[in-house]
């Protein structure tokens, strides 16, 4: 039969083993696939690939190694042969002309050369001993071996004879082996001897990532560090140290993160202050390197981030476009360091921020405002010291709204805090009322229309214009401590914007004070602790280092995140020429709030407080409690605690005032002023009594006196005939009630506390 005439059915059977060659062909082909994907895989044959391409400098640094182990070996045998470091500590006792601690060096020298001969002397004999029993032991063997058989030994001799063929078998097998081995142990040990002394691996391994640029590790860092030309790390280094890493270098968002123990005589504050070196060392830009001060001063923090990764905006702001915030959950605010959303806290927060102009703080309070306005239960208010109008979209969601430069603005920014700190005052009244006393406004209390606990946020932008205004400056400063000190629980939140962080254009008070301090790009260290905390330019938390366009929109944080300090990329809701995004946010807003049946309407703490006039003099006797006397001082501070809202603010000489007023005189004792309980009883019995008369008299109306009519003549009094000589003696008069200097001579022209000219008098004594 013909080839071509060859039936169907052997064509098959002819061309199976070809198709079955094809299938698994492909079957192998996915497999390597498969296999060539996975990760770890992936890593090593990038690893490989890395290593060859870099076999060449590589098989230098091992030649280096080699030749630098040798070397260090020579010194180290040459410094234990000739005593050189006691010999050292004699020559530099010598040269100090301390005769005593020569001669203790020159004693420990010949001490130690007799305890090396004597170490010797004793390696040599157990030497000696060891081959000698050996040698004997295997001779006995051997003749043993030749006079009876093996099989008729006892088992345990069989057993030492089988170890003996072991060991020789052994021996004879290694010892044609045994040059090259020994060779290649000295090669790898001097290796070893002469590598780098940095923690890691880096020669050996390669990143898992596809920008190799961007790759730390501890031997860079270390080689980083090692010329940063600080002299104590300098010698550290010079004398072999290695660096302590607590915390590997690791991947840490957008960068790598490592925490470094430092030698003695280093603080992180100084690897902080030659970050440009560093960066330039690590071949990065300033703004990706960020070495701070770690719990301790010997510790040092360091960030670096990834090529590039910093030079972008945040993107759009996730709500933009929908959605809606509970303020007690934050505010998306922007990207940290590491690329994660940082939501800022308002609840329990007050914020300072801060920068250049231009620099995007104007811009940041409007996205926390947006994003206070997106919580239907939040009360905003806003008041803009600058004819600027960033702010004017969300005059609808506002309750309080007020720009401009006139001293109208900055009088209505007073009032407001003023009505805050009412509210404050009502919110604490609220919340004793309700069951279990809560500390703090809540989330479930907020919720609750009726109780208005629900939060308030008030934005003051440019207020360095209302803290340095001449009239209301230094009242706006004490209303704004005492709102940020006390008004956080209360669901009040402040927050505060400045082109001009400088020690007179915020109080110190106030930096101490914020939970959440923004930096953007600054002048100086003294703007930079303004806003972020006194020290933090110290620490490396430096916002100075910030380019003025270039980090445009980008800022330094403290507060926003458990850790020290966050580097924000911000976000920006635009509102310029063109473009509009915050009226639709405004507007969904509104709708929101309409949503929950809520308004706009400002809280009016004036008529919601009813509370009875403080009775000082009534608080007074209560504070005293009964004790038989009292120092001023001590009154002050209980009635602080019995009243803070009143009390609080009161000095020394408010206090003066009311008892004054009243007609009690403090006592001086051994320096101290006291009031006593009689003096406040009987001044509250007088005010009693005068109360009293002065209710029947106006009860008698016009009946008593002239009927409402004046005389027609006034009658001229004679002066009295003494008048213009000189009295004897203290006079009863308005000088003598003077309750700083109860019982001092008045008129009488002697100075305070000196006797009267006198022989009488009615000076009290305490």
């Known amino acids: 039969m013909e080839a071509g005439d060859r039936p169907d059915s052997v064509v098959p059977q002819q061309e199976k083993p070809s198709r079955v060659r094809h299938v698994v062909g492909r079957k192998i082909v996915t497999a390597v696939k498969v296999i060539g994907a996975n990760d770890h895989v992936a890593r090593a044959r990038s690893v490989l690939?890395?290593?060859?391409?870099k076999a060449p400098r590589d098989v230098l640094r091992l030649l280096w190694f080699f030749v630098r182990g040798v070397g260090r070996w020579?010194?180290?045998?040459?410094?234990?042969?000739?005593?050189?470091?006691?010999?050292?500590?004699?020559r530099a006792a010598r040269l100090a002309g301390d005769v005593e601690a020569r001669r203790t060096a020159?004693?420990?020298?010949?001490?130690?050369?007799?305890?090396?001969?004597?170490?010797?002397?004793?390696?040599?004999?157990?030497?000696?001993?060891?081959?000698?029993?050996?040698?004997?032991?295997?001779?006995?063997?051997?003749?043993?071996?030749?006079?009876?058989?093996?099989?008729g030994m006892p088992g345990w001799l069989q057993a030492v004879y089988d170890v003996r063929d072991a060991i020789g078998t052994a021996v004879a097998a290694v010892w044609p082996w045994l040059p090259t081995i020994g060779l290649l142990s000295m090669l790898v040990a001097a290796v070893w001897e002469g590598r780098d002394r940095t923690p890691g691996a880096g020669w050996l391994t390669r990143p898992d990532r596809d920008d190799a640029d961007s790759w730390v590790d501890e031997r860079m860092i270390s080689k980083a560090l090692?010329?940063?030309?600080?002299?104590?790390?300098?010698?550290?280094?010079?004398?072999?140290?290695?660096?302590?890493?607590?915390?590997?270098?690791?991947?840490?968002?957008?960068?790598?993160?490592?925490?470094?123990?430092?030698?003695?005589?280093?603080?992180?504050?100084?690897?902080?202050?030659?970050?440009?070196?560093?960066?330039?060392?690590?071949?990065?830009?300033?703004?990706?390197?960020?070495?701070?001060?770690?719990?301790?001063?010997?510790?040092?923090?360091?960030?670096?981030?990834?090529?590039?990764?910093?030079?972008?905006?945040?993107?759009?702001?996730?709500?933009?476009?929908?959605?809606?915030?509970?303020?007690?959950?934050?505010?998306?605010?922007?990207?940290?360091?590491?690329?994660?959303?940082?939501?800022?806290?308002?609840?329990?927060?007050?914020?300072?921020?801060?920068?250049?102009?231009?620099?995007?703080?104007?811009?940041?309070?409007?996205?926390?405002?947006?994003?206070?306005?997106?919580?239907?239960?939040?009360?905003?208010?806003?008041?803009?010291?600058?004819?600027?109008?960033?702010?004017?979209?969300?005059?609808p969601r506002l309750?309080?709204?007020?720009?401009?430069?006139?001293?109208?603005?900055?009088?209505?920014?007073?009032?407001?805090?003023?009505?805050?700190?009412?509210?404050?005052?009502?919110?604490?009244?609220?919340?004793?009322?309700?069951?279990?006393?809560?500390?703090?406004?809540?989330?479930?209390?907020?919720?609750?229309?009726?109780?208005?606990?629900?939060?308030?946020?008030?934005?003051?932008?440019?207020?360095?214009?209302?803290?340095?205004?001449?009239?209301?400056?230094?009242?706006?400063?004490?209303?704004?401590?005492?709102?940020?000190?006390?008004?956080?629980k209360y669901g009040i939140i402040l927050l505060l914007a400045t082109q001009s962080p400088t020690r007179d254009s915020i109080p110190k008070e106030i930096t101490r004070n914020v939970s959440v301090g923004v930096a953007y790009s600054v002048a100086d260290h003294v703007a930079n602790d303004g806003l972020l905390g006194a020290g933090r330019y110290r620490a490396g938390v430096r916002a100075?280092?910030?380019?003025?366009?270039?980090?445009?929109?980008?800022?330094?944080?403290?507060?926003?995140?458990?850790?020290?300090?966050?580097?924000?990329?911000?976000?920006?809701?635009?509102?310029?020429?063109?473009?509009?995004?915050?009226?639709?946010i405004v507007a969904r807003a509104m709708a929101a709030l309409a949503e929950h049946g809520r308004t706009v309407a400002a809280t009016d703490p004036t008529g919601e407080i009813e509370a009875a006039p403080v009775d000082h003099l009534a608080d007074i006797a209560h504070v005293i409690n009964g004790e038989p006397r009292l120092r001023t001082q001590t009154v002050l501070s209980r009635l602080a605690g019995h009243n803070p809202g009143e009390y609080e603010p009161w000095t020394a000489r408010d206090l003066r005032a009311v008892i004054r007023e009243h007609g009690i005189r403090p006592r001086k004792v051994r320096g101290h002023w006291y009031l006593y309980p009689n003096d406040v009883a009987h001044a509250i019995t007088r005010r009693a009594a005068h109360h009293e008369d002065d209710t029947a008299g106006d009860a008698a109306g016009e009946a008593r006196g002239n009927g409402g009519t004046f005389p027609t003549t006034i009658p001229q009094p004679n002066p009295p005939l003494d008048l213009g000589k000189p009295r004897r003696g203290t006079q009863n008069g308005a000088a003598a009630d003077d309750p700083e200097n109860p019982g001092n001579p008045g008129s009488d022209g002697t100075a305070d506390g000196s006797l009267p000219r006198g022989g009488g008098g009615d000076q009290q004594t305490p």
């Open 399 to 488: 309750a309080r709204y007020r720009m401009g430069l006139d001293d109208s603005v900055v009088a209505d920014a007073v009032q407001a805090l003023e009505d805050l700190l009412k509210e404050m005052e009502r919110r604490g009244k609220v919340l004793s009322a309700q069951p279990g006393q809560p500390p703090k406004v809540s989330r479930k209390l907020a919720d609750r229309p009726g109780l208005g606990l629900h939060p308030i946020v008030l934005g003051i932008d440019e207020c360095h214009e209302l803290f340095m205004h001449p009239r209301y400056g230094k009242l706006a400063a004490e209303l704004c401590v005492r709102l940020i000190k006390r008004g956080r």
């Open 106 to 151: 020159q004693e420990l020298i010949r001490a130690d050369a007799k305890a090396r001969w004597a170490k010797a002397g004793l390696f040599l004999r157990r030497t000696v001993i060891t081959t000698a029993v050996v040698i004997v032991l295997v001779v006995l063997l051997a003749l043993m071996e030749m006079v009876f058989d093996r099989a």
């Open 544 to 584: 100075t280092e910030l380019r003025t366009k270039t980090d445009r929109g980008t800022c330094v944080a403290v507060g926003v995140s458990d850790s020290a300090w966050e580097l924000v990329r911000s976000y920006y809701v635009a509102y310029e020429d063109g473009r509009d995004d915050v009226t639709m």
């Open 74 to 90: 020579i010194a180290t045998g040459w410094r234990w042969a000739s005593y050189a470091d006691l010999r050292s500590d004699a």
């Open 226 to 395: 090692a010329h940063l030309g600080i002299a104590p790390l300098n010698a550290f280094f010079k004398d072999g140290g290695e660096l302590v890493y607590t915390v590997p270098a690791r991947k840490d968002g957008d960068g790598t993160y490592t925490q470094v123990r430092l030698p003695l005589g280093v603080t992180a504050a100084m690897v902080a202050d030659r970050r440009r070196v560093l960066a330039a060392n690590l071949g990065r830009a300033s703004l990706e390197t960020w070495p701070t001060t770690g719990a301790e001063e010997s510790l040092l923090d360091l960030w670096i981030a990834d090529k590039g990764t910093l030079s972008g905006g945040a993107g759009d702001w996730p709500l933009l476009t929908e959605g809606t915030v509970d303020l007690f959950n934050g505010v998306p605010f922007g990207l940290s360091q590491r690329g994660v959303i940082i939501n800022a806290p308002l609840i329990e927060s007050n914020w300072l921020i801060g920068g250049r102009p231009g620099q995007g703080k104007t811009s940041a309070m409007r996205v926390l405002m947006l994003g206070a306005c997106l919580d239907p239960t939040v009360e905003a208010w806003a008041y803009i010291l600058g004819e600027s109008p960033d702010f004017a979209p969300l005059k």
């Open 49 to 53: 690939g890395y290593r060859l391409r």
